[in-house]
């Protein structure tokens, strides 16, 4: 991991750039529609602050708070910042920062507390088994240890797996008509991420006895619904097979790959609204142009799976996420799916969460 030396700089290197460039008429202009510099570049600390300040946020925020001081673990912002904050730390700490550690912390204790925390709903035990048990083994990933706390919520993963009935080899999720974490077919969604965690675990949890009749059935699940899923869905699971073997063959990781090039947007990124067919609960229009979200994921995901960052497309997405990292935040582009927000309030951030972290995810990848 390099270090995160790419500094914003001051008004007087600013200054003395732009008399050496001008003489040649190289000087980068500023994007008026996006307030990002279209540069080869982009700042590291300034991804960091925003993840970490949005992360304290949201661990203060009454409206996430959950049982004995404990908070939501939410998909758009600490799930998110689970795998990519760690990306960013700099030069050889390898330590966890304090926003890093309360987080774990704040998954560690629910997971300990698990039968004493008041009972919410079969969907929301499920969803949380699995983000959870995904939050944890991508942190013991980094140490090539799984935990104590690991163990438990891996646990706790098979033991809400579902065993009837269409859900039979998933688990209950949230399907509340929020896009596009929590909506009719987000089951599947959460399915692939649990696939994602326990390929993730270390010390080869995944050829464990704990895990080898549940992840049987997660296989028989998500070979069974795959024909039915949007291109969202079967992207996330593209991701999990470069962890876990044996939830897609050769044929659905190349057709994913090709359907999802075949999407990029003429500016090199990607759009969120174009991987489902989704719509706007309050009738206001989806946005269509490319966003952080769609364009680091996707760029993320066709590396692990495996698509060399040089490939023509993967260059020009990378390049997408260069230039249009916000240079007064830091973070990146991201639209609600479900209704028009205001951009500046805290709620209306939420994609802009996930937008930043899955940018950095791609980026420290072709690093």
């Known amino acids: 991991m390099k270090k995160m030396n790419r500094k914003r700089p001051g008004v007087l290197v600013w200054f003395l750039a732009a008399?050496?460039?001008?003489?040649?008429?190289?000087?980068?202009?500023?994007?008026?529609s996006t307030g990002a510099w279209d540069e080869e570049a982009w700042d590291e600390e300034a991804a960091?602050?925003?993840?970490?300040?949005?992360?304290?946020?949201?661990?203060?925020?009454?409206?996430?708070?959950?049982?004995?001081?404990?908070?939501?673990?939410?998909?758009?912002?600490?799930?998110?910042?689970?795998?990519?904050?760690?990306?960013?730390?700099?030069?050889?700490?390898?330590?966890?920062?304090?926003?890093?550690?309360?987080?774990?912390a704040n998954v560690e204790q629910r997971v300990r507390e698990w039968q004493d925390l008041a009972p919410e709903g079969d969907q929301a035990r499920g969803t949380e088994a699995i983000l959870n048990a995904l939050v944890l083994a991508s942190s013991d990933a980094r140490s090539g240890k799984l935990g104590h706390e690991t163990r438990m919520a891996f646990d706790h993963l098979w033991a809400t797996q579902a065993r009837t009935g269409d859900l039979d080899g998933?688990?209950?999720?949230?399907?509340?008509?929020?896009?596009?974490?929590?909506s009719d077919d987000a089951?599947?969604?959460?399915?692939?991420?649990?696939?994602?965690?326990?390929?993730?675990?270390?010390?080869?949890?995944?050829?464990t006895d704990e895990a080898r009749k549940g992840l049987e059935r997660l296989r028989s699940y998500l070979a069974r619904l795959y024909d039915h899923q949007p291109l969202f869905n079967r992207l996330t699971l593209l991701w999990a097979s470069t962890t876990l073997p044996?939830?897609?063959?050769?044929?659905?990781?190349?057709?994913?790959?090709?359907?999802?090039?075949?999407?990029?947007?003429?500016d090199g990124g990607w759009s969120l609204a174009s991987l489902g067919e989704w719509e706007r609960t309050d009738g206001t229009t989806l946005p269509t142009g490319s966003d952080g979200y769609a364009t680091g994921l996707v760029v993320f995901t066709l590396g692990q799976a495996g698509l060399a960052s040089e490939h023509a497309q993967l260059t020009r997405g990378l390049s997408w996420l260069r230039r249009h990292q916000d240079r007064t935040d830091g973070s990146w582009p991201g639209e609600s799916l479900n209704k028009e927000r205001d951009p500046e309030s805290?709620?209306?951030?939420?994609?802009?969460?996930?937008?930043?972290?899955?940018?950095?995810?791609?980026?420290?990848a072709s690093d």
């Open 187 to 207: 089951p599947f969604y959460g399915a692939a991420l649990a696939a994602l965690a326990v390929g993730t675990a270390p010390e080869g949890y995944a050829s």
């Open 346 to 364: 805290d709620v209306g951030r939420f994609m802009r969460d996930a937008a930043t972290a899955y940018a950095v995810l791609a980026l420290t």
């Open 170 to 182: 998933a688990w209950p999720w949230f399907v509340v008509d929020l896009q596009p974490w929590e």
């Open 48 to 104: 960091a602050a925003y993840l970490d300040q949005r992360q304290s946020w949201w661990a203060d925020w009454p409206v996430a708070a959950r049982d004995n001081g404990t908070y939501c673990i939410s998909c758009h912002t600490v799930v998110p910042y689970a795998l990519a904050r760690p990306h960013l730390r700099e030069g050889s700490d390898t330590r966890p920062t304090a926003t890093e550690r309360g987080l774990l």
């Open 246 to 266: 044996g939830v897609l063959d050769s044929q659905q990781k190349t057709a994913i790959t090709e359907e999802v090039l075949a999407l990029q947007e003429d």
């Open 19 to 32: 008399c050496l460039l001008a003489s040649t008429g190289a000087l980068t202009a500023q994007s008026e």
